[in-house]
Nanobody
Framework: VQLQASGGGLVQAGGSLRLSCAASGSIFSANVMGWYRQAPGDKRELVAHLFKNGNTNYADSVKGRFTISRDNAKNALYMQMNSLKPEDAAVYYC?????????WGKGTQVTVSS
């Protein structure tokens, strides 16, 4: 399954963005889907996971501000990002795992101005 993230852009601190990830196949059967991010010079880090059973987990730094969701009918994963901070600036990648086979989408850049 191929993934393509979109929705990044430039936003002022305190603003919002909604990232989307389109999958070329069914996401219903994915064991887990998620968003990761990588800032220049940093390692790629987990932002949020959404498990097949509906459970989620978030990085402490985004709890209460970001919400991950999916639309199985559209084979799409989303992440609503509110109250953005300059430290949220990074390239965001969507991720999916189907029975141990992982897929990564190309990233989308999020820039937050202070």
């Amino acid at each position: 399954v191929q993934l393509q993230a979109s929705g990044g852009g430039l936003v002022q601190a305190g603003g919002s963005l909604r990232l989307s990830c389109a999958a070329s196949g069914s996401i219903f059967s994915a064991n887990v889907m998620g968003w990761y991010r990588q800032a220049p010079g940093d390692k790629r880090e987990l932002v949020a996971h959404l498990f097949k059973n509906g459970n989620t987990n978030y990085a402490d730094s985004v709890k209460g501000r970001f919400t991950i969701s999916r639309d199985n009918a559209k084979n799409a994963l989303y992440m609503q990002m509110n109250s953005l901070k300059p430290e949220d600036a990074a390239v965001y990648y969507c991720y999916g795992s189907w029975y141990g086979m992982a897929s990564w989408g190309k990233g989308t850049q999020v820039t937050v101005s202070s």
